[in-house]
């Protein structure tokens, strides 16, 4: 077709929606680069036509006219535009500069967790961090999924042996702290929840939810049950002291524990919760003993059934010790790599047997000591080691495809740290509330100009597929993939590589990343699966539902599960320091997501912020009457770090002494270069969350269960100025770096 038809004949183009971790198939009509529709994919083996409102924003990302298309630098006069050549060469100036005069983990650098929605940065990353030569390094991953990976590391051998729930089979669903109807899954890849729950139902089963929150999941669960935020570990130690105080273990191993007899410490289970009592937690958690009880009973004599803990189990101070008991009650039970249970994905490409296992507490950070995941100081010390002078101390940063300003906690305090940096760099395709800071912005292509496939949601889904989808319009010749941008870089800062690497790059550089895609599924562990058959299948190709894999999925040498009693028995003083102190009194804080959202990305696209605003602090009458609160009304929140104000939503959906800000918004700094955002602007929850608030067993930061203030804001009073709100927080911040310099 030349290209003049192409410009006028409507085509048809079918790609996976890669916004977020369901990997729904979709059909795109369009004409030339004009999209005319975007709809699901009824013949994609995996969604079967199901998307979700995120998916036209694909069309928003594309068509922004806010999207960087060139490089730009911040100047005394503004931003202006420059060279890809200037732009490289002036990055690699800048990180060498700073490293040759502060040492080279001076120079830190952070990445989003849009990167793992990418095939060519997944790929080829591996080439700018080597070349870097930083030790400085900092992810999403630790205010996200980070107990999930140390609990695979510990019991599996690999971190990303992750088990899912086997939600098309299963009988009895236990959801804790997770809203996969929001989410679409998360660390769970499964379009349309909504339909395999009602399935569950449907066949006469049951879908349990344990939250602070009524959540969308919630409503249409066959029951829920509020829990105080935090406190989910009494809660589970509670259900396993049960299941052996009621005998299902003893009858999960009569009927072959599979998984049990892998476990050679499986004994030292039975006395790790035998001091926690349904009766014992029930006034904390705010769950009754009867219904602890009952919920056990039920979950064990289910035919099927499966526990399921996601970001309000992770991102708490018990996050790892939680995610390791949700894992102990699957395992004793018998439902670990059962059909119904926990299984194995068995994905096309072998993620795992082609990259390390990761590991925990190498290092330690500078500043807190905090320990290291597979090379990631936790992200809650990425400010205090810019601000803490001394040896070692972040003179200059990078940040790729992540906005931690308003998606790491005290985002205040990170804000005036990068203020401060001698040279700043970002991979971003906008001016925003971090990239506003960097001497230099590059943009790679828009998701719609590049080929994908799912290399790691492939790894987490529910039924096992491969499915590649060629770029949708060919970039323009000036612009550049984001795997373009890291070997520019890499060539630049790393003159003299081993000679493996320089022939890698220059392969990749000529051939692209699909020679790795396609290198990755000729060894995976279906025969005769390649990049060519993918490209003939463009819905999509079936290879299954979840089998049983164990042992051979285990990595561990031994091929058996490493229970780990000790580590985990160890945080069981923290417990009962918690237990000892905790006040019901106090009004704890928690986040909360929406289908139309995704963290801070989505926010510029108008299909997806249209409607009522979404911002708001969401607060049970009881509270809301106890400070003289009303709907609607402005009420100013305070934490110990920081203060904002927002309109209340009055609603029955939360618990007593509980209160929502969904995470994400926050776009009205000054110097954001995104209008439809900065309109919808909301205020940032990570303006509240504590970044001393952490789970110290991993790391992990604690953005869950934050002590707050409330104060109902006179009419009059409404009006408060802004500014003096954002100096009050920037006074406080200060204070706290002069105090942590002190000392």
Same mark, same amino acid.
């Given at each position: 077709?030349?290209?003049?038809?192409?410009?006028?004949?409507?085509?048809?183009?079918?790609?996976?929606?890669?916004?977020?971790?369901?990997?729904?198939?979709?059909?795109?009509?369009?004409?030339?680069?004009?999209?005319?529709?975007?709809?699901?994919?009824?013949?994609?083996?995996?969604?079967?036509?199901?998307?979700?409102?995120?998916?036209?924003?694909?069309?928003?990302?594309?068509?922004?006219?806010?999207?960087?298309?060139?490089?730009?630098?911040?100047?005394?006069?503004?931003?202006?535009?420059?060279?890809?050549?200037?732009?490289?060469?002036?990055?690699?100036?800048?990180?060498?500069?700073?490293?040759?005069?502060?040492?080279?983990?001076?120079?830190?650098?952070?990445?989003?967790?849009?990167?793992?929605?990418?095939?060519?940065?997944?790929?080829?990353?591996?080439?700018?961090?080597?070349?870097?030569?930083?030790?400085?390094?900092?992810?999403?991953?630790?205010?996200?999924?980070?107990?999930?990976?140390?609990?695979?590391?510990?019991?599996?051998?690999?971190?990303?042996?992750?088990?899912?729930?086997?939600?098309?089979?299963?009988?009895?669903?236990?959801?804790?702290?997770?809203?996969?109807?929001?989410?679409?899954?998360?660390?769970?890849?499964?379009?349309?929840?909504?339909?395999?729950?009602?399935?569950?139902?449907?066949?006469?089963?049951?879908?349990?939810?344990?939250?602070?929150?009524?959540?969308?999941?919630?409503?249409?669960?066959?029951?829920?049950?509020?829990?105080?935020?935090?406190?989910? *570990?009494?809660?589970?130690?509670? @259900? $396993?002291? +049960?299941?052996?105080? &009621?005998?299902?273990?003893?009858?999960?191993? /009569?009927? !072959?524990?599979?998984?049990?007899?892998?476990?050679?410490?499986?004994?030292?289970?039975?006395?790790?919760?035998?001091?926690?009592?349904?009766?014992?937690?029930?006034?904390?958690?705010?769950?009754?003993?009867?219904?602890?009880?009952?919920?056990?009973?039920?979950?064990?004599?289910?035919?099927?059934?499966?526990?399921?803990?996601?970001?309000?189990?992770?991102?708490?101070?018990?996050?790892?010790?939680?995610?390791?008991?949700?894992?102990?009650?699957?395992?004793?039970?018998?439902?670990?790599?059962?059909?119904?249970?926990?299984?194995?994905?068995?994905?096309?490409?072998?993620?795992?047997?082609?990259?390390?296992?990761?590991?925990?507490?190498?290092?330690?950070?500078?500043?807190?000591?905090?320990?290291?995941?597979?090379?990631?100081?936790?992200? *809650?010390?990425?400010?205090?080691? @810019? $601000?803490? +002078?001394?040896?070692? &101390?972040?003179?200059?940063?990078?940040?790729? /495809?992540? !906005?931690?300003?308003?998606?790491?906690?005290?985002?205040?305090?990170?804000?005036?740290?990068?203020?401060?940096?001698?040279?700043?760099?970002?991979?971003?395709?906008?001016?925003?509330?971090?990239?506003?800071?960097?001497?230099?912005?590059?943009?790679?292509?828009?998701?719609?100009?590049?080929?994908?496939?799912?290399?790691?949601?492939?790894?987490?889904?529910?039924?096992?597929?491969?499915?590649?989808?060629?770029?949708?319009?060919?970039?323009?010749?000036?612009?550049?993939?984001?795997?373009?941008?890291?070997?520019?870089?890499?060539?630049?800062?790393?003159?003299?590589?081993?000679?493996?690497?320089?022939?890698?790059?220059?392969?990749?550089?000529?051939?692209?990343?699909?020679?790795?895609?396609?290198?990755?599924?000729?060894?995976?562990?279906?025969?005769?699966?390649?990049?060519?058959? $993918?490209?003939?299948?463009?819905?999509?190709?079936?290879?299954?539902?979840?089998?049983?894999?164990?042992?051979?999925?285990?990595?561990?040498?031994?091929?058996?599960?490493?229970?780990?009693?000790?580590?985990?028995?160890?945080?069981?003083?923290?417990?009962?320091?918690?237990?000892?102190?905790?006040?019901?009194?106090?009004?704890?804080?928690?986040?909360?997501?929406?289908?139309?959202?995704?963290?801070?990305?989505?926010?510029?696209?108008?299909?997806?912020?249209?409607?009522?605003?979404?911002?708001?602090?969401?607060?049970?009458?009881?509270?809301?009457?106890?400070?003289?609160?009303?709907?609607?009304?402005?009420?100013?929140?305070?934490?110990?770090?920081?203060?904002?104000?927002?309109?209340?939503?009055?609603?029955?959906?939360?618990?007593?002494?509980?209160?929502?800000?969904?995470?994400?918004?926050?776009?009205?700094?000054?110097?954001?270069?995104?209008?439809?955002?900065?309109?919808?602007?909301?205020?940032?929850?990570?303006?509240?969350?504590?970044?001393?608030?952490?789970?110290?067993?991993?790391?992990?930061?604690?953005?869950?269960?934050?002590?707050?203030?409330?104060?109902?804001?006179?009419?009059?009073?409404?009006?408060?100025?802004?500014?003096?709100?954002?100096?009050?927080?920037?006074?406080?911040?200060?204070?706290?770096?002069?105090?942590?310099?002190?000392?």
């Amino acid at each position: 077709m030349s290209s003049e038809q192409a410009e006028t004949t409507k085509q048809t183009h079918f790609r996976t929606c890669n916004l977020c971790e369901a990997m729904c198939g979709i059909v795109i009509e369009h004409k030339g680069e004009k999209i005319l529709s975007i709809k699901g994919d009824k013949d994609d083996p995996f969604s079967q036509g199901y998307i979700c409102p995120k998916a036209t924003a694909l069309q928003d990302l594309h068509e922004d006219s806010d999207r960087l298309r060139q490089p730009v630098e911040r100047t005394t006069n503004g931003w202006k535009e420059i060279s890809w050549t200037d732009a490289l060469d002036k990055v690699a100036a800048g990180i060498e500069s700073v490293q040759q005069k502060h040492g080279k983990n001076a120079l830190g650098i952070y990445l989003g967790n849009p990167n793992v929605h990418n095939l060519g940065g997944m790929l080829t990353i591996k080439y700018l961090l080597t070349s870097i030569k930083t030790r400085s390094r900092f992810s999403a991953t630790s205010i996200d999924q980070l107990p999930h990976h140390i609990v695979s590391l510990h019991l599996f051998g690999h971190m990303l042996r992750i088990p899912v729930p086997d939600v098309n089979r299963t009988q009895y669903m236990l959801i804790i702290g997770g809203n996969p109807l929001a989410s679409n899954g998360s660390i769970m890849t499964a379009p349309n929840m909504r339909q395999k729950l009602k399935d569950i139902k449907a066949r006469d089963g049951k879908v349990v939810v344990i939250d602070p929150r009524r959540t969308e999941t919630a409503d249409i669960a066959s029951e829920h049950h509020f829990i105080r935020p935090a406190t989910d *570990v009494l809660l589970l130690l509670a @259900m $396993l002291n +049960e299941i052996y105080v &009621q005998g299902y273990a003893e009858k999960a191993r /009569a009927k !072959n524990n599979r998984a049990a007899a892998l476990a050679p410490d499986i004994e030292r289970v039975a006395e790790f919760a035998k001091d926690y009592s349904a009766e014992s937690v029930a006034s904390i958690t705010g769950m009754a003993a009867t219904e602890i009880k009952r919920m056990v009973k039920e979950f064990c004599e289910a035919e099927s059934a499966v526990c399921y803990g996601r970001m309000g189990v992770s991102v708490q101070e018990f996050g790892l010790l939680s995610q390791y008991l949700i894992m102990m009650i699957n395992i004793v039970t018998g439902r670990l790599d059962e059909e119904g249970g926990l299984m194995f994905p068995h994905p096309a490409v072998d993620v795992v047997n082609n990259s390390g296992p990761g590991y925990l507490g190498k290092r330690h950070s500078r500043v807190s000591k905090l320990p290291d995941f597979n090379g990631d100081y936790p992200v *809650v010390t990425m400010a205090e080691e @810019m $601000l803490v +002078e001394g040896e070692g &101390q972040l003179k200059g940063f990078m940040t790729v /495809a992540g !906005n931690p300003v308003l998606s790491t906690p005290n985002g205040e305090k990170l804000d005036k740290a990068l203020a401060n940096l001698d040279f700043m760099v970002s991979l971003d395709y906008f001016v925003n509330e971090t990239s506003r800071h960097a001497n230099i912005i590059l943009p790679p292509v828009s998701p719609l100009e590049r080929d994908h496939y799912d290399l790691t949601f492939n790894g987490f889904a529910v039924h096992n597929v491969a499915k590649y989808s060629k770029a949708l319009f060919r970039k323009k010749k000036e612009a550049k993939h984001d795997w373009q941008i890291y070997l520019e870089l890499a060539k630049r800062l790393d003159k003299k590589p081993p000679i493996a690497t320089k022939v890698e790059r220059l392969l990749i550089k000529v051939l692209g990343p699909n020679l790795l895609l396609d290198q990755g599924l000729r060894r995976g562990p279906y025969k005769g699966l390649n990049l060519r058959k $993918l490209k003939k299948n463009p819905h999509g190709i079936d290879l299954g539902p979840l089998k049983q894999m164990l042992p051979q999925a285990l990595k561990h040498k031994d091929k058996q599960i490493h229970l780990n009693v000790d580590f985990y028995q160890a945080d069981l003083e923290r417990v009962q320091e918690m237990m000892q102190n905790y006040d019901d009194q106090q009004v704890l804080l928690i986040g909360r997501r929406h289908v139309r959202s995704n963290n801070s990305w989505l926010h510029n696209s108008h299909r997806l912020v249209k409607g009522k605003p979404r911002c708001t602090l969401m607060l049970h009458p009881d509270t809301a009457k106890a400070y003289g609160i009303e709907d609607g009304q402005d009420v100013k929140v305070t934490s110990r770090v920081g203060s904002v104000i927002i309109v209340a939503e009055v609603t029955d959906e939360l618990m007593p002494n509980v209160v929502s800000i969904p995470h994400g918004w926050g776009h009205g700094r000054k110097g954001v270069k995104q209008k439809i955002a900065q309109a919808h602007a909301g205020v940032s929850v990570n303006d509240l969350t504590d970044d001393t608030l952490i789970d110290s067993l991993s790391g992990n930061a604690a953005v869950n269960g934050v002590p707050v203030q409330l104060e109902a804001i006179a009419p009059e009073k409404a009006s408060l100025d802004a500014t003096d709100l954002e100096t009050a927080n920037l006074e406080m911040n200060e204070s706290e770096t002069e105090s942590s310099s002190a000392a």
